[in-house]
């Protein structure tokens, strides 16, 4: 073996020439056709291997590089034919072969598996057909990737505009969290005003139950708690009020939607009445104007009119002392106003005893004495009876009266005294007079301090005439207005209202209260009371009375 190794190359055997007996013709068709061969031989691997690289996607192409190895040891066994023409290097030649034959051999085994495999492999008709198909379906692809780009581009658009929608929303639900913000806020001030206010807040529902009252108003009536609280409105009045309630206030209410003034709320536990300042109105819808419950802001004012009775009482006070001092100092004339109906019983008495004496003819006689007694004495008492009721310290009451009579009963009280004093008293009162609401002592007063200032003023010695005109005159058809006007020493026409201050006076014995007592009684009747200078001698105080719509 090593002998062969060693003479692998040595061309020691008869070169082929000798088999062709270098006969020019056959040698070099042999040689040509092997020249041929090798170099196709040798071409076709080099294409094959050149298809292999640029094709790697092909299945099966280490096949394709096999066979390049195979038909190279097939081009080089042929051109080992050429050679050995010339040279005799039949070792090399057989190696060679061996080389090719294990090539070819490997080539053929490795083929058979893959026969079956390469029929598998699709037609070019198939391939055609896959290929149009698959053309097709990328088109269609294609058109669904256009539809689907112009759809996202839609949906793009559309997800643009929902999201500046949103954002819109989203900004004015933010403005809507904060308004709503505000007015929970808004509400929780005002509830907790409510809850801390002094006065009586409630809420009824349109049919007069209650549903709320604020703690200031639930101690104001002595409830505990909102469970008490929730009873007909009714029962918060006294049982005598509630009727004048529902027939007075009620529809009113209904009629104005809001109503004012003062009414009586009950004490749940004393059954105490409680004044109030009572202001009822509907809650209503801002937008539809429907009314939804009914609401109150009401006020104690118990405080108030316990001021306002102790004031009145001052006032009552001080008129009635006015009223003594006043009949105090008219005393003279007044004794004697009630002395003279007496004197005049005296004589008629003694008259009558003398009449009896002569028997029954002068029965007539002595009839009409003791009448004229009779007469005398209920002067004398009428007189009495007036100056008792003037003295008495009562509270005012007020009821329908006649002014014109409260004039004559006046001037009946202050007759003795402008008798005296020479004063000429005329009235001119009209005749249409109305009744006015009022009371009888206190217009007394008020005609008197007046009737009494004009005799004062014409007091002075040597003073020539003294007039006094009294008169009532309806000025509208509501309202009496009463003058009375003297022809005294007058008043300062620039500065009448001066005489109505508390305890101004000229006059020595004087206090000053007279008119400022007469201005408050008349203010108390709803009138007012001025003076005025007269034209000629003399002033006028005058005072107006609203008219009573009682008859
Ligand atoms: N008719 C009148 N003419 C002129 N002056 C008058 C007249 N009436 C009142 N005055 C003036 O007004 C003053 C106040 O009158 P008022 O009646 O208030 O008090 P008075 O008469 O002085 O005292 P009294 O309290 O006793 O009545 C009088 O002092 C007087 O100066
Ligand atoms: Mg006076």
């Given at each position: 073996m090593s002998e062969f190794l060693a003479r692998l190359f040595s061309s020691d055997f008869m070169p082929h020439g000798h088999c062709y007996l270098w006969r020019p013709e056959i040698l070099w068709l042999h040689v040509f056709s092997d020249g041929v061969i090798t170099t196709a031989y040798y071409f076709i691997p080099l294409a094959l291997v050149y298809f292999v690289r640029k094709r790697k996607d092909l299945p099966f192409n280490w096949m394709f590089l096999l066979f390049g190895v195979f038909i190279f040891a097939c081009g080089t066994t042929h051109l080992m034919e050429i050679w050995t023409v010339w040279n005799g290097t039949y070792r090399l030649a057989g190696v060679i072969k061996a080389i090719t034959a294990v090539a070819s051999v490997g080539t053929a085994l490795a083929l058979v598996p893959l026969i079956p495999q390469a029929l598998a492999l699709p037609s070019p008709a198939q391939l055609q057909a896959a290929n149009t198909k698959l053309e097709e379906e990328v088109r269609e692809r294609l058109q669904a990737e256009g539809a689907l780009e112009e759809a996202r581009s839609e949906l793009e658009t559309k997800v643009q505009e929902r999201t500046a929608e949103l954002a819109e929303s989203i900004e004015a639900l933010l403005a809507e969290i904060g308004e709503r913000k505000r007015a929970e806020e808004e509400s929780r001030q005002l509830a907790s005003l409510v809850e801390n206010s002094t006065d009586f807040i409630g809420v009824a529902s349109l049919e007069g139950k209650a549903t709320f009252l604020n703690r200031s108003g639930q101690v104001m009536v002595g409830l505990d708690g909102d469970g008490q609280v929730q009873v007909n409105m009714l029962e918060y009045l006294p049982p005598e009020d509630r009727e004048w309630f529902q027939e007075d206030v009620f529809p009113s209410l209904q009629r104005d939607g809001t109503w004012e003034g003062e009414m009586r709320f009950r004490h749940f536990k004393t059954s105490a009445t409680i004044p109030m300042l009572v202001h009822i109105f509907f809650i209503k819808e801002p937008a539809t104007d429907r009314r939804l419950a009914?609401?109150?802001?009401?006020?104690?004012?118990?405080?108030?009119?316990?001021?306002?009775?102790?004031?009145?009482?001052?006032?009552?006070?001080?008129?009635?002392?006015?009223?003594?001092?006043?009949?105090?100092?008219?005393?003279?004339?007044?004794?004697?106003?009630?002395?003279?109906?007496?004197?005049?019983?005296?004589?008629?008495?003694?008259?009558?005893?003398?009449?009896?004496?002569?028997?029954?003819?002068?029965?007539?006689?002595?009839?009409?004495?003791?009448?004229?007694?009779?007469?005398?004495?209920?002067?004398?008492?009428?007189?009495?009876?007036?100056?008792?009721?003037?003295?008495?310290?009562?509270?005012?009451?007020?009821?329908?009266l006649s002014l014109n009579e409260t004039i004559e009963e006046t001037l009946a009280l202050a007759a003795g005294e402008l008798a005296r004093s020479q004063v000429q008293v005329r009235t001119k009162l009209t005749e249409s007079s109305q009744p006015v609401l009022g009371d009888r002592i206190q217009l007394q007063q008020v005609l008197l301090n007046l009737i009494l200032n004009g005799k004062e003023s014409m007091s002075g010695p040597?003073?020539?005439?003294?007039?006094?005109?009294?008169?009532?005159?309806?000025?509208?058809?509501?309202?009496?207005?009463?003058?009375?006007?003297?022809?005294?020493?007058?008043?300062?026409?620039?500065?009448?209202?001066?005489?109505?201050?508390?305890?101004?006076?000229?006059?020595?014995?004087?206090?000053?209260?007279?008119?400022?007592?007469?201005?408050?009684?008349?203010?108390a009747h709803g009138g007012r009371l001025w003076a005025t200078a007269n034209e000629g001698a003399g002033a006028t105080f005058q005072f107006t009375l609203p008219t009573s719509h009682e008859n």
């Open positions: 009914l609401a109150t802001i009401s006020r104690d004012i118990s405080q108030r009119k316990l001021a306002e009775e102790t004031l009145q009482k001052a006032q009552t006070d001080l008129a009635h002392i006015t009223r003594v001092s006043t009949l105090g100092e008219m005393a003279a004339s007044i004794a004697h106003e009630v002395n003279q109906p007496l004197a005049a019983i005296v004589t008629n008495g003694n008259a009558s005893l003398h009449l009896l004496s002569r028997g029954a003819e002068a029965l007539d006689d002595v009839r009409e004495a003791i009448d004229c007694m009779i007469s005398d004495a209920m002067r004398a008492s009428e007189v009495i009876k007036r100056i008792r009721a003037s003295l008495k310290n009562v509270a005012p009451q007020k009821t329908a040597g003073w020539q005439q003294r007039d006094l005109v009294i008169s009532t005159e309806n000025t509208r058809p509501d309202e009496i207005t009463v003058a009375v006007r003297d022809s005294g020493s007058g008043i300062d026409p620039q500065n009448p209202e001066r005489l109505f201050d508390t305890f101004f006076t000229t006059k020595e014995a004087g206090i000053g209260l007279g008119l400022s007592i007469s201005r408050t009684i008349v203010e």
